[in-house]
Structures are given as structure tokens and as C-alpha cells.
């Protein structure tokens, strides 16, 4: 089944820690997503890309950056992480077009401490 | 840029009855409007959407309705069941980027 994997599950770190979250898919799509999700925040865009090329801030890029290594791979990194980075972090890729459906993957929590 | 608010926040319903839920936004040139469930533990899925040029779509016991003029879409669950208990996220989308929702989390009552 085509998919979209995130790595790690689960994290640890202390404060200032630099951590990377990976994402890749199988799903051959052009845009990936990076999305946070907080109690009662719903999920809050902090970057998408529609090519290798391509890379575009979302409501709340500060404190974070991506790559796009590839088509299928897109990854989160956070350069110095703070307490209130804290969160569940996933990424999605869409379909086709302006209804284009979003896949997610199984989500990232970062816990910083 | 678009800005997407959801009510309510949580929202309990008897086994059998409907559940409503509610969402604004702001960008009028919005065009697209998808709702997501979240299951406990596990990631958003796409259960139903509907785009500007319709006013209504039925899939089973779900609906969602949208008046442009308003600038207001509402998620309606019939004949709730306890599998229906989760977290729904609104979305708006113009273009390659969908805002969403606060999130409502509704729980059935058996």
C-alpha cells in the first residue's frame, strides 16, 4: 500500500538539542506538508513544498526549517529545540488538484524537556 | 491569510442522535472545504468534503453544507454510534494550502 512513513514515532530531547523528523512517501505525489498539532489547535501549517525546488512557510515557521531531498522525502528540523516545541508532528502529502485529498502519516511526538 | 474557526470544542451526544458541528471562515476566495476525522492514536482521515460550487453532499449519515454568502460550512453525523467518537477538524483550502479548524471533539454516549 502506498504510504506515508514518518520517522521517528516517538522523541526525547533536552532543551537545544537539534532534532530532525523524517518523513518519505510512496504515494508519488508533489506536495508534502508539515503540520503541528497542539490540544485544542487543531493542526497548524509550518511548511509545504510542491517540488525539490519548492519550499514554502506556513503559519508558524519560526524555530523550524525543511529539506526536500527528493520527491518522496521531506524532513522537519528543528535547530535548537525549546520546551514549547513540544507537540505532535505530522506530514502529509495531496493528491492532484484543488480537491486534492490530504494523506497523513502516523505522526511524530516530540517531547522537549 | 485564511483563518478557519470550529464549533464547539467538545461536544457529548446520546447514542442515536445527531451531532452538529460548525465552521467559519474568513477568504471569501476559499474554494474547498474537506473534514477529517481523527480516531485516538491515530492520524487525520478524510471523511467527507465539498467544494464552493455545491451547497450540499450526502455520504450515508454524514452531510456537510456550505453558504458562501455567510462564509460558513457545517458538518452534520446522524444516527450517531460509538464509533462516530473522535476529534473532526474543518478545513478551508484556496490553492495549495489547507487551514484548518480548532477540532471538535465529540463523544457518543451508549
Known amino acids: 500500500d502506498a504510504d506515508v512513513t514518518q520517522t521517528p514515532r516517538n522523541r526525547i530531547t533536552k532543551t537545544g538539542k537539534r532534532i530532525m523528523l523524517e518523513c518519505s512517501q510512496t504515494?508519488?505525489?508533489?506536495?508534502m506538508y508539515w503540520y503541528r498539532q497542539d490540544p485544542g489547535l487543531g493542526l497548524q501549517l509550518i511548511y509545504y513544498?510542491?517540488?525539490?525546488?519548492?519550499?514554502n512557510k506556513g503559519e508558524i515557521s519560526d524555530g523550524y526549517s525543511v529539506s526536500r531531498q527528493a520527491q518522496a522525502k521531506f524532513s522537519l528540523s528543528l535547530e535548537s529545540a525549546i520546551p514549547n516545541q513540544t507537540a505532535l508532528y505530522f506530514c502529509a502529502t495531496r493528491g492532484q488538484g484543488a480537491s486534492g485529498e490530504l494523506f497523513f502519516g502516523e505522526g511524530s511526538r516530540l517531547t522537549v524537556l | 491569510g485564511e483563518n478557519v474557526e470550529q464549533h464547539p470544542s467538545t461536544l457529548s451526544v446520546q447514542e442515536g442522535d445527531s451531532a452538529v458541528i460548525k465552521c467559519t471562515y474568513s477568504d471569501s476566495a476559499s474554494n474547498y472545504f474537506p473534514w477529517y476525522k481523527q480516531e485516538l492514536g491515530k492520524r487525520p482521515q478524510l471523511i467527507i468534503d465539498?467544494?464552493?460550487?455545491?451547497g450540499e453532499k450526502k455520504d450515508q449519515r454524514i452531510a456537510v453544507t456550505l453558504n458562501k454568502t455567510a462564509k460558513h460550512f457545517s458538518l452534520h453525523i446522524t444516527e450517531t454510534q460509538p464509533e462516530d467518537s473522535a476529534v473532526y477538524f474543518c478545513?478551508?483550502?484556496?490553492?495549495?494550502?489547507?487551514?484548518f479548524g480548532g477540532g471538535t471533539r465529540v463523544l457518543v454516549k451508549p
Open positions: 478545513a478551508a483550502s484556496l490553492g495549495n494550502k489547507l487551514t
Open positions: 513544498s510542491f517540488d525539490v525546488k519548492d519550499i
Open positions: 465539498i467544494r464552493s460550487n455545491v
Open positions: 504515494k508519488g505525489h508533489d506536495r
